[in-house]
């Protein structure tokens, strides 16, 4: 068994290790700590972990975990990632990863040195319907690849979010525009030759919305959408465009509250839909097998560096600062 220890109380916490865990007899959060004890006791009641601690460095020097849950803030990732590396315990890391690619590439150094998991926690990508969508990508049936879009939308309507202050990591390409990069990066398995941005920044330095144009090997022309205007309405798509037909993944984001796989080759229609098993419980596997079994990553340490590098682009070609220079 993989006993976990998680740092703070993130809203995120419960859905992407807690639930997937009381499913898996193979994990276990055993610890927690949080800036305010009294949050930690009561998410440790609540969700059944036994061990409250008074820091986060009591929770990656514990000796009764083997791995440790980083969801805090972004700008915290770097520092708790190789505190916890360096600790000797396994590291999943929510995204976005670091606050800028050279952060991102020393923990990915630390976790080679350590010979520790890293894994960058991009859960969609462990999910049946984007397995799907890349054997459909690399079959052939769409022709030659021209185009690729990807969005994903969500309004975010308080102003005092951690997602509007550029010192916590703000920006919708941190948060929520750093899927569909993801996504485009991940169904070509290539990475960008030439990279240009759109932008409307809200507080200072705070993208609102980020939409990009990229380049990648043999022409494909891919744009990406992040937006977090607070009127703006919810969509999360990868969409396809070849010379034989289309492809459309509705919303390869969460899958377990709907999905499909939208295809039209020829002019001949189909649609494939996919399990509603969350894409949380297929990360936490991967992690597991990673630990316990050597098994390679879709979003280890290396993939994670090449994706910040590919937002630290967005951001320069934005005329916006990198986050975590200030």
């Known amino acids: 068994m ?162 509007m202050n550029y010192r916590t990591g703000g920006g919708v390409t941190m948060d929520i525009g750093c899927y569909p990069i993801s996504w485009v990066r991940h169904i070509t398995a290539e990475e960008p030759l030439t990279v240009s941005a759109q932008v409307e920044v809200g507080p200072p330095d705070v993208d609102l919305m980020l939409q990009t144009t990229m380049e990648f090997p043999g022409g494909i022309i891919a744009k990406t959408s992040g937006d977090m205007r607070p009127n703006v309405k919810f969509q999360a798509f990868l969409n396809v465009t070849g010379t034989h037909g289309s492809m459309r993944v509705v919303n390869p984001l969460v899958p377990q509250i709907g999905n499909s796989i939208e295809l039209t080759i020829d002019s001949q229609e189909t649609s494939e839909t996919f399990e509603r098993r969350p894409t949380y419980g297929y990360q936490l596997d991967a992690f597991l097998n990673a630990v316990e079994h050597g098994a390679p990553l879709l979003t280890d340490a290396v993939d994670a560096v090449a994706q910040m590098r590919v937002i630290d682009r967005c951001y320069e070609a934005a005329g916006l600062p990198l986050r975590g220079l200030a």
Not at 61 to 70: G, Q, R, S, T
Request: contains cysteine; neutral net charge; glycine residues 4%.
């Open 2 to 163: 993989i006993r976990f220890g998680t740092l703070g109380t993130a809203l995120i916490t419960p859905r992407a290790l807690v639930f997937p865990c009381v499913d898996e007899p193979r994990a276990f959060i055993h610890a927690i700590a949080a800036r305010d004890r009294s949050r930690a006791e009561g998410f440790a009641k609540h969700h059944h972990i036994p061990s409250v601690l008074d820091t986060y460095q009591d929770v990656v020097e514990f000796d009764k975990i083997d791995a440790v849950y980083v969801p805090l803030h972004i700008p915290a990732h770097h520092e708790w990632t190789i505190k916890a590396l360096q600790a000797g315990k396994h590291v999943l890391c929510e995204k976005s990863f670091a606050s800028n690619a050279m952060q991102a590439e020393e923990m990915a150094a630390v976790g080679k040195a350590t010979g520790k998991v890293l894994m960058d926690a991009f859960h969609y990508r462990y999910h049946p319907i984007f397995n799907r969508a890349r054997e459909i990508y690399t079959s052939g049936i769409l022709g030659e690849v021209l185009e690729i879009d990807a969005a994903f939308h969500i309004p975010v309507k308080d102003p005092n979010s951690i997602r």
